[in-house]
T-cell receptor
Framework: KAGVTQTPRYLIKTRGQQVTLSCSPI?????VSWYQQTPGQGLQFLFE???????NKGNFPGRFSGRQFSNSRSEMNVSTLELGDSALYLC?????????????FGPGTRLLVL | AQTVTQSQPEMSVQEAETVTLSCTYD???????LFWYKQPPSRQMILVIR????KQQNATENRFSVNFQKAAKSFSLKISDSQLGDAAMYFC?????WGQGGSEKLVFGKGMKLTVNP
């Protein structure tokens, strides 16, 4: 079974631009979560989607948004990019059928904002 | 809010020896899950081991085992017979058993870099 895939793997943008990152979960998985990883702040939770509904959100500004499609694929969007948005963005998926599910991570998208 | 602390930013171990990574956490919940994830240079987060808080028995996965002390809120990872491939960042993570709306949000520690010397 294929793992979690994320596209693109690398991205360079300039300040003020916007960016969309994509995450395809493991087949059959219905929950997708997003995390931002930076050297200074470590791994921080962005948001989580289940059955096309956001069921939890981290403490990030409104410039960060996401959505989930009916096939469970998820996208996150960052508008008006700032230098501090440079990070590795990880998504994770799980079956979400019971509370004992494990999350599996994708390889990440590395975003550099110049 | 829950917090996870990994106080040692770096450790090193000789190949074939044993090393223990420490993690403490703070929570007022009684039911939760704890995880150790490994992140090699490829940046892929890989689940190493998980522990359910309601289980008194410590989890074990091959060369990896944990020492879960619920009262002390401590969750250490022991790697036996260390191998070169074990070199990576290791993250301790916490997850509520009954998160908001069924949320599976993970709270991570800052991580610890493990070096394995041949």
């Amino acid at each position: 079974k294929a793992g979690v895939t994320q596209t693109p793997r690398y991205l360079i943008k300039t300040r003020g631009q916007q960016v969309t990152l994509s995450c395809s979960p493991i087949s059959g998985h219905r929950s997708v979560s997003w995390y931002q990883q930076t050297p200074g702040q470590g791994l921080q939770f962005l948001f989580e989607y289940f059955s096309e509904t956001q069921r939890n959100k981290g403490n990030f500004p409104g410039r960060f948004s996401g959505r989930q499609f009916s096939n469970s694929r998820s996208e996150m969007n960052v508008s008006t990019l700032e230098l501090g948005d440079s990070a590795l963005y990880l998504c994770a998926s799980s079956l979400a059928e019971n509370i004992q599910e494990t999350q599996y991570f994708g390889p990440g998208t590395r975003l550099l904002v110049l | 809010a829950q917090t996870v602390t990994q106080s040692q930013p770096e450790m090193s171990v000789q190949e074939a020896e044993t090393v223990t990574l420490s993690c403490t956490y703070d929570t007022s919940e009684s039911d939760y899950y704890l995880f150790w994830y490994k992140q090699p240079p490829s940046r892929q987060m890989i689940l190493v081991i998980r522990q359910e808080a309601y289980k008194q028995q410590n989890a074990t996965e091959n060369r990896f085992s944990v020492n879960f002390q619920k009262a002390a809120k401590s969750f250490s990872l022991k790697i036996s017979d260390s191998q070169l491939g074990d070199a990576a960042m290791y993250f301790c993570a916490y997850r509520s058993a009954w998160g908001q709306g069924g949320s599976e949000k993970l709270v991570f520690g800052k991580g610890m870099k493990l070096t394995v010397n041949p």
